[in-house]
């Protein structure tokens, strides 16, 4: 009889020589026993029992554990036990051991496999079964998962994530992210699981992989629960040769300081034609009003737009800090030698044909970073749109004429084509961009190099990043997890493949996968991730124009019923609650709004858009304690309408045409005493006093810090109305959309909470 004292560990490394023992076997595992006795020694309660090899050792062990007990067939050569048969629970006395050592034989002989050993055990009574469970993610390392166990787990697939190691808060967050988390509360007369037990559990299988590099895949599934106690009565820890993990060393970003805040640029492949790229950088760069010398580079020489044009970087009168390169990519390494030899600063590759094309673009990249190293040049690109930073007026991106206006939204794009799509949206919104990055192939900067350095940038306080993939994960979540302390991150995930899938030995390994993974990093970091242009754009101004809500309590100010339904089911998936209204809100309410108001929330204004009337809502509203937001629909976008009304009337009587649908101009005497000029570009034209309710609420989210996000009745595509103040007002034409950005909002403002961070305020 081989029954071990499972417990015994050794003070460093705990169950190293258990591990040893597997590899020197070369199994692909260590068998149940010794999993458990692995488990034992990072203090996870195990069941009692041992391994035999003859149905007398089986009678003579159950004898001593205690009746009733369980047997299971031990064989490497069957991967799930109970898929065989062989595991049989509730054996209660000597004959139904010796019969149950007769079933489990013949049963593996059935499938085929002979049997290593018999483990008899203890009977552990408990009616809940979840899993703790271990993997190695090609790019963030060891992950680990918590979730419903038991054998339903991959048909269920209730689990969750976090990147070890895993912190205490990690794991009670881990408790919480399951849909079945009711199940760790009392349970049909069983009582509350000791979630600090359990917490303890899922910090050790994070530990082991710390610990044990040749430690692949860990299954602690069932871990059944005993009374309130988690007692592992299945163990799996598959072992072999260690798993490496992609890394990038953060990059040198001393010189960034040339890129963002240039004395003066140069453009090489500068052109009259702005259908060439390096004739729409010329454009964008002389009409933004780059203030310092602007040279352009060209072999062909002559003028463009009254600047003259030298034939290369060696002939400039000066040393440009930033040059922007746009020439064929066969003739880039030798401008980027020139700009080395001339002692530029920072250069920004647009043109393509690098490592995106093949093994030969690649060669040449790879030369083109030595060159930039040896010269200690910063260096962006190649294959990218190009940079702005707008408070310095440098708008050096090509393809097309966009110059969106400065603001704090700072982006960083993977993608050329998306990340001039977001501009163009910003620029159509007037959301204000801080600096904007291509990253293009990322040959020495990436992407997080670039949100480690926004993070720093005094004119940026919303950093935004299209990504599609990265070489380090642990950087991204180090770099997110300091910047968001600071400052908001949100991602726009494009479809980052499924990596490095394989067959998975364990329950964990087969219900991992790339996008959980990257889930449960942005969870641990505080980074926001969106999948949705639209909604990126949103959130990006959201946050960079608002205050954070300080918690999830939303008062709904509608002008009729239909908007506010939809609202509130929005609100109830956003993780946002619908505040309640406080009897003193509720009496001023009754002194403002007509007796038939809603009396509730969504407070229904019954459509009263009379002066003073919305305003004093909002107000009364955002004032509350019991309310952290405020959504106003249909306010902007409708007061105009009665003054339209009366023009198309007025030009009726005139004897004039059909009046027309389009925006009005000009004032006029229904528009209220507050009448003055249109928002030009809003497609809709606002009135006067739809301007100065705008204003009002700017100042409200002063006075107050809480969110105010007014929803248009018509369509409009200036999102951003800025007052003056320290907070702008943001209109959305979708009041499901509003719904949305607050929830991520809310949530961000409680992941700042959690840290014990102040909100922005
Ligand atoms: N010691 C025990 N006490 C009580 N119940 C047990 C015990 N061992 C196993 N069980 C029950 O039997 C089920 C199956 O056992 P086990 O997890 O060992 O096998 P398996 O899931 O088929 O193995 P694998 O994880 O390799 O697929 C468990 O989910 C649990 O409900
Ligand atoms: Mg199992």
Redo the contacts with the bound molecule.
Sequence with gaps: MTTNERGQGTTEAPGRELIEQALAAGAPALD?DAGKQFFAAYGIPV?Q?GTVTSADEAVRLAQEIGYPV?M?GSSTQV?????AG??L?RIGNDTEVREAYGTLESRAAAVGATLDGVLV??????KR?FVVGLVRDLLFGPVVMFGL???FTEALKDVAFAVAPVSEDDAYELMDEIEAKTLLGAFRGEPPVDRAALAKIIMAVGQMADDHPAIREI?V??L?IDGDQPVA??A?IAVGEPVEVSTRPPADISRLGDLVAPGDVAVVGASADTSKWGGMITANLILGGFPGPIYLVNPKGGEILGLPVYPSITDLPDVPDLVIIAVPAKLVNGVVEECGRKGVGAIVVVSAGFSEAGPEGRAMEDEMVAIAEKYDMALVGPNCMGVISAHQKVYGTGFMLVRPVPGGASMVSQSGNLGLQLLVSAERRRGGVGKFIGVGNEAMIDAVDFINYLHTDSDTNTIVAYMEGFDDGRRLLEVVRQTTLDKPVVVLRGGMSEYGKKAAAS?TGALTSSTAVFEAAARQSGLIVVTDPDEFMDLTFALAYMPLPPGTRVAVATLGGGWGVLVSDEIARSGLTLAELSPDVTQSLNKILPPFWSHSNPVDMVATVTQGVPEAVVETLIASDAVDAVIVMGVVGSMSESRRAVDEIETLKAGGGSGGRGPTAGGSPAAGPAAGPEVEGAELALSGRELSFINQNAALMDRYCKPIVNISQRPMTQAIFSAGGRYSTFVLPSPLRGVRILGKMASYSAYLQKKGRDLRC
């Design positions: 149940e069941p029992g369980v299971k991967q799930h036990k109970t898929d062989l595991v629970l055990e203890h009977m552990v009574r408990g079964e166990g038991g054998i299954d599934n069932p059944l009565v299945d799996l329950h």
